[in-house]
Structure formats: structure tokens, C-alpha cells
């Protein structure tokens, strides 16, 4: 029995009353199509496809309140969809069930601009904020890439690029609104900037995945735009003394925006994929926040940082335009690498050490991936220690899907071992929860399945996700 057919063993069809009441309750919003299941039973993992048994699209709080109740009456599963772009097989229906979408719950609830915040629906995306808050000069920071949705980006607890000044979702969330497993809605935290009242229940929903409960609603810190902003590009004749030139700039404290890590083959990608002309050698992406003085000490600063590792071709992209096309090109990584073998699928992971030890830790996985003969670039956030391996496996082939999780297993042992994490910010899904019992013990987990028990009794909840029940 292969994969595919060892998950349809775990799934029951969805009672034909529950269809009833939600196809009347929802009306067109409402859909068993097999097109529209298989469009929410995949996502950007190398997972086979596995399908809700019916898609609902919601407005409001209220209706995910009501679908859910009525799910939890016929204890049938519940899996909330973003934008589909998780990594680790976040919003897969392992056991069938019924898929809430939230991309239509996109309204701008309020927006305070003199307390530095925002309230939104969570189908928001990260880019419809800033676009609509570009008028109060602010702008929301947290940037994984992906034009992902806040909800999503909450419950994932995402961070990016920009982590290494401004931090991630779990430094940049203040209050949630959160659907519980039995339909309840509640409210998690306030718009003030400190709280000592209770359990911080807004931590708690933060990066828990969707198998605790359905945020619905966001509230983030938004930041001033900087008055200044540079960028700059530079090359290295290896991948040691690059990263080791981003933790001699993070020990010295300064203040980076952004500092971003290519390696050759990452660099040779998105030359071929956005027409560009770096050097194929790794490669540094630096952004500088702040005023003019400041950035132009912060660069100058880094410029002879990076001369002392043997840096080459420093050029500086202070125009908007040259800035963007940089970003652009980072961000279409992930695709540019896809291209490099047609036909293939991308094994994704990361994770995250202390950035003491994380030059030790790219070499050691790139010698890995050399070994296993793999198509692979390595791409990081590396100024807080952050690192993506995208590996390309033909999708029929189990030996060579075997040695891109090899090179995943490996990695994540030693990051552990160097007292890191197995996932600095693609999450748990499906893909990395045998690595947990690793990293936080057997005591531990079993504390996070009690929460889980009690909060979501009947196991309805993005079921087979982050613990075992």
C-alpha cells in the first residue's frame, strides 16, 4: 500500500446532512467540485495531494463560528486555508473533513496609526496591509516571502527577511480572535503594548497551526517607515567566509535591516530565472534602515567587515527601483531553483542555530547535499542564524526522494545538537514532527499534547499536525 492510499484508509466521508446544512448555510460559497478540493488539498510541500471532502469560503468570524460548531456536532475534521503557500504540509485534509478558506475574510477592521497598530481579517495579506496603510507612513515588516495572508503568517508563526531587526509574528502579534474547537469565539490580548493579566493565550495560538483553533482576526505592531534606505550586494569565494562576515556584523551590533545568504547555486538560478548578472559565487544582501548619517555608517561599517572575508564586488542599490529588483530576485529563489531541473519537485526545510554556530552548520549541510549528488541551493535569513535547503527530487523516484530527507534528517540532528531548532520558521506540518521528541523531550511534548487534548477534545482541528494524539 503506497502513501496515498495509506492516508484514504484514515479518512470517512462527510455525513450528508452536515453537506446539507453547510451548502444552505453557504450556498455558492459552498463546494465538493473535485477541482476545488484538489486546490485546497495541496500545498508547496512535496507532499502527495490530499483532499478536504468539501471547501467552504468564509466572511466573518461568525460563519467559521457556525461551520465549526456544526463540523464539531458530526465530529468531522476542520482545516483552515490562507494562501496556501505553507511548507510542511500545513493545510493537507490528512483525514479528510471540511476546509474553511479564509482568503475572502480580507477587510481592514481598524487601523490606528497614532498606537502603531492594525487590526484585520485574517485573509489579509501581508502586501494588502502595506499597500493600504502606505498613506500614515508605516509599514508592517514581517516578510517570509510569499505574499502569505496574517492569519496564515499568525498561526505558522512566521518571520523573513526582516526578522533580524524587527523580529517575527510572535514579537509582532498583540491580540487575536480565535474560533475554538467547539465554535466558541474568543478574544486573546489587547492593543496595549504590555500585559501581566492571565495566561498569554495569544502565544499560545501563535504558531499552533490551526490544530487549536481558527484565528480569524490579527492584531499587529506597524513600525515607521525609515527615512533612509540602502542596499547593497557582495560576493565571496566561499560560503564560509560569507557567513562568517554576517556574524562578525551581528556581534558588533549593527543594526542591519536585512542581511540575506545565496549560495553559488541559488545565485546561478536566479540569474537564469530574473535575467541578472551577479557573480555565481555566494553572495550577501544587505538592507540598512534608519537616517541618512545612520545608514551610511551602518554600510560603511559593513563594507570593511566583509573586505576582511575577502568580499568582491560591493555595490550599493540606494535607488527604489535597483532595491526592488534585488528583493524581487530573492524572493522568486524559490521558483528560480524549480527551473534548474523541469519536472522536479522541491524538497523545502530550514533551521536555525545560534549564529555562533552557524557557519559550522551550512558547510556541514552542504558537504551533505554534495554527497548525495542533490540539485540544491542553500538560502538564508543568515543574520539570525536562519538557513533554507530547497533540494529538487523527481517526484517518482523514492531513492531520490530518500536522499533529500537524509540531508533534511541530518541537518536537523545536528542544529539540535548545536542547540537550535529543527524549524526557524517553516513550522512543524507534517514534515518535521518526528523531529520535536528531539529537540524538546519526551516531557515536553507530552505537555503540548495535554494542551491539545483540552482545548480540542474530539481532535477536530487540523487533525495529525505538529503532535500525535
Same mark, same amino acid.
Request: glycine share 8%.
Given at each position: 500500500?503506497?502513501?496515498?492510499?495509506?492516508?484514504?484508509?484514515?479518512?470517512?466521508?462527510?455525513?450528508?446532512?452536515?453537506?446539507?446544512?453547510?451548502?444552505?448555510?453557504?450556498?455558492?460559497?459552498?463546494?465538493?467540485?473535485?477541482?476545488?478540493?484538489?486546490?485546497?488539498?495541496?500545498?508547496?510541500?512535496?507532499?502527495?495531494?490530499?483532499?478536504?471532502?468539501?471547501?467552504?469560503?468564509?466572511?466573518?468570524?461568525?460563519?467559521?463560528?457556525?461551520?465549526?460548531?456544526?463540523?464539531?456536532?458530526?465530529?468531522?475534521?476542520?482545516?483552515?486555508?490562507?494562501?496556501?503557500?505553507?511548507?510542511?504540509?500545513?493545510?493537507?485534509?490528512?483525514?479528510?473533513?471540511?476546509?474553511?478558506?479564509?482568503?475572502?475574510?480580507?477587510?481592514?477592521?481598524?487601523?490606528?496609526?497614532?498606537?502603531?497598530?492594525?487590526?484585520?481579517?485574517?485573509?489579509?495579506?501581508?502586501?494588502?496591509?502595506?499597500?493600504?496603510?502606505?498613506?500614515?507612513?508605516?509599514?508592517?515588516?514581517?516578510?517570509?516571502?510569499?505574499?502569505?495572508?496574517?492569519?496564515?503568517?499568525?498561526?505558522?508563526?512566521?518571520?523573513?527577511?526582516?526578522?533580524?531587526?524587527?523580529?517575527?509574528?510572535?514579537?509582532?502579534?498583540?491580540?487575536?480572535?480565535?474560533?475554538?474547537?467547539?465554535?466558541?469565539?474568543?478574544?486573546?490580548?489587547?492593543?496595549?503594548?504590555?500585559?501581566?493579566?492571565?495566561?498569554?493565550?495569544?502565544?499560545?495560538?501563535?504558531?499552533?497551526? %490551526?490544530?487549536?483553533? =481558527?484565528? +480569524?482576526?490579527?492584531? !499587529?505592531?506597524?513600525?515607521? @517607515?525609515? /527615512?533612509? *534606505?540602502? &542596499?547593497?550586494?557582495?560576493?565571496?569565494?566561499?560560503?564560509?567566509?560569507?557567513?562568517?562576515?554576517?556574524?562578525?556584523?551581528?556581534?558588533?551590533?549593527?543594526?542591519?535591516?536585512?542581511?540575506?545568504?545565496?549560495?553559488?547555486?541559488?545565485?546561478?538560478?536566479?540569474?537564469?530565472?530574473?535575467?541578472?548578472?551577479?557573480?555565481?559565487?555566494?553572495?550577501?544582501?544587505?538592507?540598512?534602515?534608519?537616517?541618512?548619517?545612520?545608514?551610511?555608517?551602518?554600510?560603511?561599517?559593513?563594507?570593511?567587515?566583509?573586505?576582511?572575508?575577502?568580499?568582491?564586488?560591493?555595490?550599493?542599490?540606494?535607488?527604489?527601483?535597483?532595491?526592488?529588483?534585488?528583493?524581487?530576485?530573492?524572493?522568486?529563489?524559490?521558483?528560480?531553483?524549480?527551473?534548474?531541473?523541469? %519536472?522536479?519537485?522541491? =524538497?523545502? +526545510?530550514?533551521?536555525? !542555530?545560534?549564529?555562533?554556530? @552557524?557557519? /559550522?552548520? *551550512?558547510? &556541514?549541510?552542504?558537504?551533505?547535499?554534495?554527497?548525495?549528488?542533490?540539485?540544491?541551493?542553500?538560502?538564508?535569513?543568515?543574520?539570525?542564524?536562519?538557513?533554507?535547503?530547497?533540494?529538487?527530487?523527481?517526484?517518482?523516484?523514492?531513492?531520490?526522494?530518500?536522499?533529500?530527507?537524509?540531508?533534511?534528517?541530518?541537518?536537523?540532528?545536528?542544529?539540535?545538537?548545536?542547540?537550535?531548532?529543527?524549524?526557524?520558521?517553516?513550522?512543524?506540518?507534517?514534515?518535521?514532527?518526528?523531529?520535536?521528541?528531539?529537540?524538546?523531550?519526551?516531557?515536553?511534548?507530552?505537555?503540548?499534547?495535554?494542551?491539545?487534548?483540552?482545548?480540542?477534545?474530539?481532535?477536530?482541528?487540523?487533525?495529525?499536525?505538529?503532535?500525535?494524539?
Amino acid at each position: 500500500m503506497n502513501q496515498t492510499d495509506q492516508l484514504a484508509v484514515l479518512k470517512k466521508p462527510l455525513p450528508v446532512s452536515l453537506a446539507a446544512v453547510l451548502s444552505l448555510i453557504f450556498a455558492d460559497r459552498f463546494s465538493m467540485t473535485q477541482a476545488m478540493r484538489a486546490h485546497h488539498g495541496r500545498d508547496e510541500s512535496s507532499y502527495p495531494p490530499m483532499l478536504p471532502d468539501a471547501v467552504i469560503f468564509a466572511h466573518s468570524t461568525e460563519e467559521v463560528a457556525a461551520a465549526v460548531k456544526l463540523c464539531s456536532a458530526h465530529d468531522v475534521p476542520v482545516i483552515a486555508y490562507g494562501s496556501g503557500t505553507s511548507l510542511e504540509g500545513h493545510v493537507l485534509a490528512l483525514h479528510g473533513g471540511v476546509t474553511i478558506d479564509l482568503s475572502q475574510m480580507n477587510a481592514m477592521v481598524a487601523v490606528h496609526s497614532e498606537d502603531l497598530t492594525a487590526t484585520v481579517q485574517a485573509g489579509v495579506t501581508r502586501k494588502q496591509l502595506n499597500e493600504e496603510i502606505r498613506d500614515t507612513g508605516l509599514f508592517f515588516p514581517i516578510d517570509p516571502g510569499a505574499n502569505a495572508s496574517l492569519g496564515g503568517m499568525a498561526a505558522t508563526r512566521a518571520s523573513g527577511t526582516n526578522a533580524v531587526r524587527y523580529g517575527t509574528m510572535r514579537e509582532n502579534v498583540l491580540a487575536l480572535t480565535v474560533v475554538t474547537a467547539d465554535g466558541r469565539i474568543i478574544k486573546t490580548g489587547t492593543r496595549a503594548k504590555k500585559s501581566s493579566a492571565g495566561y498569554d493565550l495569544t502565544r499560545l495560538f501563535v504558531g499552533s497551526e %490551526g490544530t487549536l483553533g =481558527i484565528i +480569524t482576526e490579527v492584531t !499587529v505592531k506597524l513600525y515607521p @517607515l525609515p /527615512e533612509a *534606505i540602502s &542596499a547593497a550586494v557582495c560576493s565571496f569565494p566561499g560560503t564560509g567566509e560569507a557567513v562568517s562576515a554576517v556574524i562578525q556584523t551581528i556581534q558588533m551590533g549593527i543594526p542591519v535591516a536585512r542581511v540575506e545568504f545565496l549560495d553559488e547555486n541559488g545565485v546561478k538560478a536566479i540569474n537564469a530565472y530574473d535575467k541578472m548578472a551577479l557573480p555565481e559565487k555566494p553572495l550577501l544582501l544587505f538592507e540598512f534602515h534608519g537616517t541618512p548619517a545612520s545608514v551610511a555608517e551602518q554600510a560603511q561599517l559593513v563594507q570593511a567587515i566583509t573586505a576582511e572575508h575577502g568580499a568582491s564586488d560591493f555595490e550599493w542599490a540606494s535607488r527604489p527601483e535597483d532595491r526592488s529588483r534585488l528583493w524581487a530576485a530573492r524572493h522568486n529563489a524559490y521558483f528560480a531553483l524549480l527551473q534548474m531541473r523541469p %519536472g522536479s519537485r522541491a =524538497i523545502s +526545510t530550514d533551521c536555525c !542555530v545560534p549564529i555562533s554556530r @552557524l557557519a /559550522e552548520c *551550512i558547510l &556541514a549541510t552542504k558537504a551533505d547535499c554534495e554527497a548525495q549528488g542533490l540539485v540544491y541551493a542553500i538560502i538564508g535569513h543568515v543574520g539570525d542564524g536562519n538557513f533554507h535547503v530547497q533540494m529538487l527530487v523527481d517526484p517518482d523516484d523514492p531513492a531520490d526522494i530518500a536522499r533529500a530527507e537524509k540531508v533534511n534528517s541530518d541537518m536537523v540532528t545536528r542544529a539540535i545538537g548545536m542547540d537550535g531548532t529543527c524549524t526557524g520558521e517553516h513550522g512543524v506540518g507534517m514534515h518535521k514532527m518526528a523531529f520535536l521528541v528531539e529537540e524538546h523531550g519526551e516531557g515536553a511534548i507530552d505537555t503540548m499534547r495535554a494542551l491539545k487534548h483540552a482545548l480540542d477534545p474530539k481532535n477536530i482541528m487540523n487533525p495529525g499536525k505538529i503532535v500525535r494524539w
